[in-house]
């Protein structure tokens, strides 16, 4: 299975920052690797200047979020269907950020995960207990309930990304094992053919030893993909690329 590192961007990026993809496409000397898939996910604001610039440099551009409707009086939502049209392939749903900021339900993530299928592009659609769940002993159930509520049954192309919620931009991580455990435990749940990405503080220095693990198909990085060094680093440790 071709491996994916997707950055999200969050709400960072103004038009000066497509210099950093482009530093990130000088880092690979104008060809980004083949053997893996390579997403940056800017503000919505961006979605188009990068992706007419950089879909055809092996960089591909994808959203951070979307309505499920296609159009209509939704005051400041995007729709999927507008990200497809300036350019993405993929959209992130359920991000814990929304989730918490936004109260988004999982039956609210699964219709949003199915406007994107619709629009033609893939969801990357986000699972992960709290420090609270974990510590409980719960973070099997949650994620396993999370999944259960928020995934389209379909044959198309699904990407799954496990944030545990406290991992993301604290610099902790969990162990590998439970790291192992819980995309062993994602696959057993899900089709084959699915990737199961890991996300929260995947930096250079730990992605190496994260991307090694079964079922851990590639990484959502946010903080880290804000610079195209860190980004480069961690493309660089993904397995076949070491
Ligand atoms: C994220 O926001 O999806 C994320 C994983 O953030 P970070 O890498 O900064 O922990």
Sequence with gaps: MKMMIAGNWKMNGLAASQGELQNLIDMFSGSTPEGLDILVCPP????????????????????????PEDSGAHTGDISAAM????????????????RADHGESDALVKAKA??????????????????EEREAGKALDIVGGQLDGSLPQTNDEIVIAYEPVWAIGTGLTPTISDIAEMHDFIRGKTRQDIRILYGGSVKPGNAQEILAVKNVNGALV????????DLFGIISAAPGNV
Excluded: W
């Excluded at 992706?51 to 092996?58: H, I, L, P, Q, R």
């Excluded at 350019?87 to 814990?96: E, L, N, Q, T």
């Design 44 to 67: 919505a604001t961006l979605v188009a200047s990068f992706a007419a610039s950089y879909s055809d440099e092996g960089v591909m551009i994808g959203g951070q979020d979307c309505h």
């Design 83 to 98: 990200l497809a049209d300036a350019g993405a392939a993929y959209v992130i749903v359920g991000h814990s950020e929304r």
């Design 114 to 131: 199915e406007a994107v299928l619709a629009a033609g592009m893939a969801p990357i659609v986000c699972v992960g207990e709290t420090k």
């Design 222 to 229: 946010g903080g880290a993909s804000l610079k195209a060094n």
